[in-house]
């Protein structure tokens, strides 16, 4: 759902930038409560992971294929102030280095990957999370939902964007039923995606997952045959802080490597949902070549490498290493701005 140059017209289009800007600002203040020692690293790794993972385009029907936007998973696995952040990352090295997405619609893209999705998902993903028994799976079976509901929720919003600056004169109701039609089905592999990454780390680090945060499981012990509730002293988690999250980093990195430097090769070559969409309703009929497109790296492929495995493996390499590099060193900041701001007095009792 990467908006191109020449979708929307100028005032749309600064607008949608002034509004990200703002949504960029309020995350920023935001994510000061959700990073601690622990998740500022691994937000930069969360960032890297759908940089990655938007890389495989999934065939959702004929000639039509879908990525992950990961504004769900982002927000339910390190909060949703971080998780804007971290599409926002996403969004801003795809345009810049790879020229995949408008940089005057930068505004639109965030606005609609980052923000919309994020909102929608986890709202929906804390709404059920109310009604759900406190369990792991509860917090799967959420997330899949969260997931699900946000990718149309995502075209919808690009399609009122488009009704109000599209730079075509197209019917609207085309382009909404178009639009929410194939989302629809590209929200099932964001939600499946979502909710196995999500399951993945909830299963071995549930300490790690923003979402989790309360959710305990009693620890069991097996007396006379049969499993029991233990004591309370014996069902207390290890610190915090003794848990290394080094190990979880270093195969997130691992994974986000080989997904954008070999699997990506296999991904689908068919044009994704917008793009689809815009050449049936002929809403990009004013497109505008991209600021970037003489980047060496244009298009995911490394330029005077006539290989094309080789290529879009160097550059998907390439581009994990650059986002988890600017999201860890952004996110590093912004925690950093946290422990120095001066802690409020407070007044001592005996």
Not at 179 to 198: K, Y
Not at 243 to 261: D, F, I
């Amino acid at each position: 759902m990467h908006v191109p140059d020449g979708f929307v017209n100028a005032p749309v289009s600064v607008a949608a930038g002034v509004a990200a800007a703002a949504a960029v600002a309020v995350s920023l203040r935001g994510a000061r409560r959700e990073l601690d020692e622990r998740t500022a690293p691994l937000a930069g790794l969360v960032a890297a992971f759908i940089f990655a993972v938007q890389m495989l385009n999934f065939p959702v029907a004929a000639g039509t294929s879908g990525h992950l936007l990961g504004g769900a998973l982002a927000a339910i696995l390190v909060g949703p102030y971080t998780g804007v952040l971290c599409v926002s990352v996403v969004l801003l090295m795809q345009g810049i280095l790879f020229a995949d997405g408008g940089l005057t619609a930068l505004g639109v893209n965030i606005s609609v990957m980052g923000v919309v999705t994020v909102v929608v998902a986890y709202a929906i993903f804390r709404g059920l999370l109310k009604v759900l028994p406190p369990t792991r799976r509860s917090v799967t079976v959420a997330a899949f939902a969260g997931a699900l509901l946000s990718v149309p929720a995502a075209a919808t919003a690009f399609t009122g964007i488009y009704a109000i600056g599209g730079t075509t004169d197209v019917p609207i109701g085309k382009v909404f039923t178009a639009m929410v039609g194939v989302h629809v089905l590209i929200g099932i592999g964001e939600a499946a995606i979502t909710a196995a990454t999500v399951g993945a780390v909830i299963a071995v680090r549930p300490d790690l997952v923003h979402g989790a945060r309360g959710l305990a499981a009693p620890l069991k012990l097996r007396v006379a045959g049969e499993l029991v509730d233990a004591p309370a002293a014996a069902a207390a988690p290890a610190p915090v802080a003794a848990r290394s999250t080094r190990k979880v980093w270093a195969t997130g990195l691992v994974t986000a490597l080989v997904l954008a430097g070999f699997v990506s090769f296999y991904a689908s070559a068919s044009p994704d949902g917008l793009e689809k969409v815009a050449a049936d309703q002929g809403i990009d009929q004013k497109v505008e070549e991209h600021a970037a497109a003489g980047s060496p790296l244009a298009d995911y492929s490394v330029k005077d490498v006539d290989d094309a495995r080789l290529s879009g493996g160097l550059a998907g390499v390439i581009g994990v290493g650059a986002t988890v590099a600017v999201g860890s060193g952004i996110f590093w900041t912004v925690r950093r701005r946290r422990t120095d701001e001066p802690a409020a007095t407070v007044p001592s009792t005996v």
